[in-house]
Nanobody
Framework: QLQLVESGGGVVQPGGSLRLSCVAG????????IGWFRQAPGKEREEVSC????????YYTESVKDRFTISRGNAKNTIYLQMNILEPEDTAVYYC???????????????????WGQGTQVTVSS
């Protein structure tokens, strides 16, 4: 059974850090791209960062470049999103998603994701 389970969300002050984890069960990850997306209250879901396992190519949306890092864990079915210098604008539910047969250079399109996790809440507030 294909399943994505996120964890690591919480409440943090502006300027703080959090690390989100996504455990991908049942996937042959070499055939997928795994990504992080977020949805803030009253806003549409947006892409944050994605990684294609076949060639380790990565994508970051402009607003998180130099602050967030996506990576693969030593446990090969775990994907992390290290979030530093968090801002109130980063407050959202963060979702892990998987895209089958991804194309390098065309990562992180919401409509192309095939599987979604349940999400984890990140709140940045003083």
């Amino acid at each position: 059974q294909l399943q994505l389970v996120e964890s690591g969300g919480g409440v943090v002050q502006p300027g703080g850090s959090l690390r989100l984890s996504c455990v991908a069960g049942g996937f042959n990850l070499e055939d997928y791209a795994i990504g992080w997306f977020r949805q803030a209250p009253g806003k549409e879901r947006e892409e944050v960062s994605c990684i294609k396992f076949g060639d380790d190519s990565k994508y970051y949306t402009e607003s998180v470049k130099d602050r967030f890092t996506i990576s693969r864990g030593n446990a090969k079915n775990t994907i992390y999103l290290q979030m530093n210098i968090l801002e109130p604008e980063d407050t959202a539910v963060y979702y892990c998603a998987a895209e089958a047969s991804p194309v390098t250079g065309q990562l992180c399109h919401i409509a192309l994701q095939d599987y979604w996790g349940q999400g984890t809440q990140v709140t940045v507030s003083s």
